[in-house]
């Protein structure tokens, strides 16, 4: 399983985009199912515009399965709140802390971004040990 960032949506839907053209490629490589999270839903749809060709390319690609959506619980939001207070001189938004948060819950240290800085020095916890981010 592969969790990908807002990055990477946005590029991949909106063709204007400096790196549309590598994350087709990366996409293309995937053989691990694709996951994301609401608020990095809510941010990419955000960049996008609702009206847009890339907005409405997204919501197929959900639609159609190339995209599976995870759903936190109440305590894996409040993992993300931490986070944020965690990586608060980031600073570290939701959308990042949801996609942590996620990968903690879902056993997963792949992700996908283009925000390689900060997804660097974030830290997966695996019961008291803490592993880098795969960036992918």
């Not at 995937?30 to 990095?40: A, D, E, H, K, N």
């Not at 839903?41 to 690609?61: K, M, V, W, Y």
């Amino acid at each position: 399983m592969i969790l990908i960032d807002t990055g990477p949506l946005v590029a991949l839907f909106d063709p204007k985009e400096g790196q549309h053209a590598t994350c087709r490629r990366t996409l293309s490589a995937f053989r691990s199912p694709l996951v994301t999270t609401l608020p990095v839903l809510t941010e990419a749809f955000h960049i996008l515009g609702p009206e847009t060709l890339g907005s409405q390319a997204l919501r197929s690609f959900i639609a159609e399965a190339g995209l599976g959506v995870h759903f936190s619980s109440h305590d894996e939001m409040l993992r993300a709140f931490e986070l944020m207070e965690t990586y608060a001189d980031h600073p570290m938004d939701l959308a990042d802390g949801s996609v942590i948060a996620a990968a903690e819950t879902l056993g997963t240290r792949k992700i996908f971004t283009l925000d390689r800085n900060d997804f660097e020095t974030y830290r997966i916890r695996r019961g008291h040990r803490l592993y880098p981010v795969d960036i992918i």
